[in-house]
Each structure stands twice: as C-alpha cells, then as structure tokens.
T-cell receptor
Framework: DQQVKQNSPSLSVQEGRISILNCDYTNSMFDYFLWYKKYPAEGPTFLISISSIKDKNEDGRFTVFLNKSAKHLSLHIVPSQPGDSAVYFCAASGRNYGGSQGNLIFGKGTKLSVKP | SAVISQKPSRDICQRGTSLTIQCQVDSQVTMMFWYRQQPGQSLTLIATANQGSEATYESGFVIDKFPISRPNLTFSTLTVSNMSPEDSSIYLC?????????FGPGTRLTVT
C-alpha cells in the first residue's frame, strides 16, 4: 500500500503561469516532507522541504504548503519556466518513523511540462 | 550540499552475474543510503551504510543479494548479486538525513 501518493502522473502549464503539484500521504508518523526534481539520466535534485510544525515554506519561486489535517501537501512554482520541465517527486520521512532514519518514502512522481 | 558520483553510469549484464556499483562523495559523511527505482515505480530504500558497521537493510532486501561495503567516510559500494531481469533498475546512492538528502546521478542497470 502506497504511503505517499502523487495522483497526477503529468501536468502541463504555460510559461509564466503557476504550477501546482500535489501529494497525499497516509502515515501520521511522517514529520518531514521533501520535494525533488529529476531530469532524465540524472539523480533527483533536492528542491525544498517542510517540517510538520509548519504549514508553509518558501524558497524563491518554490513554495510548499502542508495541510496536516488533510494529510496533503503541494508544491507551487511561480512563475513557471521551461527549465522547470522535469519529473517532481514528493517524499516523506520522520524522526520516529519505523526503520532507518534516512528512509525517504517517495511518491511515483509527476511529470511537469512547461510550454513556452 | 554534497557532490556525489557513481560508477558505472549504466551497464548491461547477463543474468546470474554480479555488478558492483561505486559511490564517491566529496566530503565526509556519516550515513550513506542506497535506493532502487524500478521501471515506473518510486524510489525505494535498500539499505543504510554507516562506516565501521554492518549495513542496515530494509524489509524485502537481504545482504546476500545486495552486499554493501563502507570502508571510509567518503565511499561505499553496492553489489547486485546473481542478477535476474527483475533487478533491472536505476540504483542511486544518497547522503544526508531524514530531513535533507542528496542523491548521486544513479546507475542504470539492465539485466538480459
């Protein structure tokens, strides 16, 4: 059973507009959430994270929102640029999550296409 | 952040053989992790490698199949043993913690 779900396999957005990528999780033991961007033939690149004690974290064009009651988080990219076209992975982890403290639980990813 | 390199970047291997993947980091790190991404699937942690101790394997992964070495604080290897086509995946090493982790470029393995 998937504990981290990204229900949209793909998303297409016009350059300059907002991209919203969504992620849902099921395990309330998670207390950290991370977003990664992955280009073909490269490893995932860390983008931004958020602790469960916050509901928003912002870094430049990237903002992550966390709704703990809904077990939902989203990544907003404003404005979207063609170079943002990549696969975006949501991951969850926790200090007290069972197993290794480094265990990131990943979703399957959403492929974002930003059109000029 | 850390700069992580992996060798080889890709390989095609015959079933029944073994492949050793190397991971090199540009700074000393305590924990190194090995992940697998099977086609169409998400990344899954195989094991955690700490220097000077046995690797810790996640459920579903065993040392006989995926032996790991961690001889120092900047280097680790993962061996995929007695390969079958089901082992065709991207294998990635990473460093960091549960709140921030950095990945290498990955090794794309195809088993025929």
């Amino acid at each position: 059973d998937q504990q981290v779900k990204q229900n949209s396999p793909s998303l297409s957005v016009q350059e300059g507009r907002i991209s919203i990528l969504n992620c849902d999780y099921t395990n309330s033991m998670f207390d950290y959430f991370l977003w990664y961007k992955k280009y073909p033939a490269e490893g995932p690149t860390f983008l931004i994270s958020i602790s469960s004690i916050k509901d928003k974290n912002e870094d430049g064009r990237f903002t992550v929102f966390l709704n703990k009651s809904a077990k939902h988080l989203s990544l907003h990219i404003v404005p979207s640029q063609p170079g943002d076209s990549a696969v975006y992975f949501c991951a969850a982890s926790g200090r007290n999550y069972g197993g290794s403290q480094g265990n990131l639980i990943f979703g399957k990813g959403t492929k974002l296409s930003v059109k000029p | 952040s850390a700069v992580i390199s992996q060798k080889p970047s890709r390989d095609i291997c015959q079933r029944g053989t073994s492949l050793t993947i190397q991971c090199q980091v540009d700074s000393q790190v305590t924990m190194m992790f090995w992940y697998r991404q099977q086609p169409g699937q998400s990344l899954t942690l195989i094991a955690t490698a700490n220097q000077g101790s046995e690797a810790t394997y996640e459920s579903g992964f065993v040392i006989d199949k995926f032996p790991i070495s961690r001889p120092n604080l900047t280097f680790s290897t993962l061996t995929v043993s007695n390969m079958s086509p089901e082992d065709s995946s991207i294998y990635l090493c990473s460093v960091g913690h549960f709140y921030e982790q950095y990945f290498g470029p990955g090794t794309r393995l195809t088993v025929t």
